[in-house]
C-alpha cells in the first residue's frame, strides 16, 4: 500500500486545545507565524510556546532582519542548551478535557512540514475515551521536565497555565520510563529519549533482548560517515540482515565497512518517495529503524534520532532527541508505511554519489558557544528582567538593539545575577534584541535573543473566561473585522477599578439572580490573575492586573482593527466618502459607495451595541461621577477610564459617518451606523463628541489617580497621550455650524489644557511634535468630513496660538477684572476651565457654557450649575480671556 503525505496541522481540531508546547532543532519565523500561528489561533490555540535548540536561535540572531514575530505576535520562543544539539520534535497540545500528541522527524520550517519527506505518529486522549493515557504520561513526564528548568513568564505559561487548565494530566496512570506501553488494538510503544543515565540505543537493546532480529531497515538522511552507529547495529545482532537506505541530498556512510550483510538503497528510487514526493524533488528526513523478528512480531523506531551515534546515543556525546518505539504482533510495519524494498533496487555503496556535505548541527554549537546563556528577556514597559543559566561576577555591558538590529544602547551592570532588572529609558517599541558583552563591546559573552514584551505573552493565558474575548481579537489579527462590535461588552462589564480605589474581582455591581449573577463575575474577571478579594491599589498585583484589563485589550483589538480595515477586504466596509457627510442622512444611493449587501437585522444589531456602549458610557462618567451628588465630584480618573473613553473614541473613527447597502425586497436602502451630525444624544458623532467628549474633559480637571509601579504610570502617559490626539481627531473631523463654534474652540482648549500642557515651557517642548501626530492621525481616518482639513488648520494656527497666549497671560498673572458675552475665557475657579459667556451682570456674575457642563432645556445649553435646580451664576473678578 501507498500513503499520501498529509499535513499534521490539519490534526488540530478546531475549540478543541487552549495551549501547546512544540519542540525543534531548527526554525523558520516566516513559515511559522504565516502558517502554523495563523493555524493556532484560529483552533483556538492561545498559549503557543516553542522550545528551541539554543545555538541555532543564537545562530538565527546572527542573520536577524528585525522581521521577527511581527507577523504574529504572543508566542514564546525559549532556547534550550544541551551539551550537544537539542533535536526533539515534539508536538503537545492541551485541552480542557483531551490532549493530542504528535512525535516525528519534522523541525517547525517549511521544509519540515512541507517538502521534505518526514514521519509522524499521532495519538489523542480525552477523558472519556483515555487508551492512550500511558502515552500521554510518558510524553508530559519529558515535557514537563524541560519545563522546570525555564524562567521568566515561559515558566508559567508551560507548567501552571498548562496544568491548572488540563488538570487531566495530574491523574493520568503513573507509568515507568523507557517501557513498552499497552495502546489500543493490541500494540506497544515506548517513548524514548536520550538522558545522561541512559540512551535510546540502551532502551532499544533492553527492549529487544530477548528477540531473534533477522532483518533491520535503516532509513536516514543522515549516517555517520564511519558508519559507527550501523557497526554498532551489526554487532548487537549478529545474525540480521541490515538494510540501508541512503539519500544523497544527505550523509552518506562512505567509509562503513564491506559487509555481506550491509544492502543498500537509493531513497528517490523506492515507491514510496515517488508516492509521497512533490512535483519538485524532495528530501529525506525521516529515521526510521525497523526490527523483524522470526515470527510475525515487529518493532520500529521512529522520531528525531538520526542512524547516527550521536543520534542514537552510542557515542559519549549524545543529542536530546525523542523517539517512538513500536511493537506490533500482527507486524507489517514497513507495509503499512508503504516502504517496500526490492531486490533490483539494490546498490553498492560506491555507486552512491559521494559528496563533500558535513553536518551542520556541530558547527552550529561549536559557532555559538559562550561563557553566558541568555534565556529570556521579558520587557515590562521602562523594566527589562534578563534570565540567565548563571551569574557573572565579572563586569559586562548589555546592549541593546533596535528592529533594524543597530545598537540603541550599552548598559554596564558590575556583577550579572541570573534574574537581573534593568531600568532604561529608551522607547519600548524601539526595542528587539538584547545581548551580553565585554564592557569594551569587542567580544560577545552570550547569545543574543528576541525581548519579549511580559504583558502581551500574559494575555495569552488559556483560562476560558477570555476564550471568547481572544477569540475575537484573534479574529481581528486574521482580519476578520466583522465581529468587532462584539468585543466592546467586555469593555462595558470592565470593573478593574472602583471609584474608591480598589478592585474587586469576580462581583458585580448590582443583586442579580443566581444565574446572571455568576455570569457577570466570570466575564469581569477574564485573565485569572487574583481571587475573591480586595486588592490594595499600590500593590503590584492590582497594576500587574490592570495592564491586563479586559479594556485595554479591546482597546488594542479596536487599533489593530482600525489599521488593518484599509488595507484588507473585509465584511465592514469602509466606505470612500467624496461628499461633506455632515450632510447627509446616510439613505440615498449617491450617499455611499456601492458593496456588498448585510442583512438588516445585522447591521441594526450593531448599531444597537454601539448605542449600547455610548449610553454605558455617558451614563457612568455624567451621573455616576461628574453629576452623582449636588457638588461637582473631585473624583481623578484612572486608568481604566482612560481606556474606556478611548475605545469610545476608536468606534466613533471607525464607525463614524460609516455606511451600507442593505436589501428590502426591490428597493436599495442605505445604512448609517453612526451619523456624523443629529442632536445632541448618544447616537450620532457630534452628541457623543459634545457629551462624552465635554464629560472627559470636564472630569479631567482633578487630574488623573497617581499609580505606584513605573510600568504603570508610563502606560497611563501613553494612554493620556493618545487620548489628547485622537479628542483633538474627532474635534476636527465634525462639521460645525457658526453656533456651535464655541463649542469647537473650547472642546480644542480644555483638551490641550487638561490632556497637554499647563506651562509654555511644556508647551514649547511638546507642541510641534503634538500638532505632527495628530495630522498623521487624521490622515487615516475613514470617513474624513471635508471640513477636516479646514478646522486641523484652524487648530494648528488660530487655537493652538491663542492657547500659549492665555498661558503666557496666566503665568505673567495678567488677567482680565471683567468678560462680555460670547467671549471664550478661562478661570480655575469651581473647575470651569475654558468656557465661553452666555450673559454677564454689571456685579461681574456670569453664566458660562462649555460641553462638559449638565444641559439645560431652558436655556438650551450647556449651563454651569452649582447646586440649584437651574443654576446660578458664577462671580468672578478676575479671569484670562482667550483672543480667538
Known sequence: MAIKRNNILSFIGNGRYHSCILTTFSFDFYFFEMKVMKWLRSCGIRNVNVFIDGHFYSELMQQATGDEMKLATGYSLYPIFEKNIFHPKVWFLFGENEGLLLIGSGNLTNSGNGSNDEIWGAYHFDIKQPQNAPVFYAAWNYISKLSATTKGITSEKTTRWVAEHSQWLMELPKVADFQLLNLPNNEQAAFLYNTEQTTIWQQVKQLTANEKVTEITAVSPYYDTQGKALEEIKNTFPN??????????????TELPNDKKYAFYDWKELDLCRNIGAKQQSKLHAKILHFKTNGNKEFCLFGSANITSAGLGISNTANSEVSLFIKSEKG?????????????????????????????EQAIVKNNRFPIKLLAAEINYATLMLYTDKGFDTSVSVALYDNNNQLLKSQTIQSLKPQHEINFEIEESKLQYVQIQSTDGNKNLSNKIIISNYFTLAKTHPNPKNAELERLCGQLQSGELRNVLDLIHYAIIDESEKEDGTSVINTSKTKLNEKEEKKTADQSQLYDLSGYKPIEPNSQLHENALLLSPSLRVLDALKLAHTQG??????????????????????????????????????????????????????????????????????????????????????????????????????????????????????????CCLNIVGDFLRLSKNGFKEYTFDYTRKKFEQLQRDALISTIVCITNIYW???????????????????????????????????????????NLKQATRNLEEQLSYFENQVCKAFIRATKNRENKNFADKADKGQIIYSSIAGVGYCYVVSATKQNEYCLARPGFNWNDQENEYINHFGDKIYRPLPLTKMTIIDL
Not at 540480521?240 to 556512510?253: C, K, L, R, S, T
Not at 484588507?568 to 469602509?574: G, Q, S, V
Not at 458610557?617 to 484612572?638: E, N
Open 240 to 253: 540480521a540482515q541490515i538494510n540501508i537506505v541512503i539519500d544523497e541530498n544527505g550523509i552518506v556512510p
Open 737 to 779: 455650524k457658526e453656533d456651535e463654534r464655541p463649542y469647537l474652540k473650547t472642546l480644542l482648549l480644555n483638551a490641550l489644557h487638561y490632556l497637554g500642557w499647563t506651562s509654555t515651557t511644556e508647551i514649547d517642548k511638546n507642541l510641534t511634535v503634538l500638532i505632527k501626530q495628530v495630522k498623521e492621525k487624521a490622515k
Open 566 to 687: 484599509s488595507e484588507l477586504e473585509t465584511d465592514i466596509r469602509p466606505d470612500e466618502q467624496e461628499e461633506d457627510i455632515s450632510n447627509i442622512s446616510g439613505n440615498d444611493e449617491s450617499e455611499v459607495q456601492q458593496g456588498k449587501s448585510i442583512p438588516l437585522k445585522l447591521l441594526e444589531s450593531d448599531k444597537r451595541k454601539l448605542k449600547n456602549f455610548f449610553k454605558n458610557l455617558y451614563g457612568y462618567f455624567h451621573h455616576d461621577i461628574l453629576f452623582k451628588d449636588t457638588r461637582v465630584s473631585d473624583y481623578k480618573l484612572t486608568l481604566t477610564d482612560i481606556t474606556k473613553y478611548l475605545i469610545a473614541l476608536e468606534l466613533i473613527h471607525e464607525f463614524g459617518g460609516k455606511s451600507e447597502k442593505i436589501e428590502d425586497e426591490q428597493q436599495q436602502l442605505f445604512f448609517t451606523y453612526l451619523p456624523v451630525t443629529g442632536d445632541y444624544e448618544n447616537n450620532n458623532v457630534k452628541g
Open 332 to 360: 507489517n510495519i514497513l507495509d503499512k508505511i508503504g516502504l517496500k524494498l526490492k531486490a533490483s533496487s539494490r546498490k553498492t555503496l560506491s555507486k552512491f554519489a559521494v559528496n563533500d556535505k558535513v553536518s551542520i
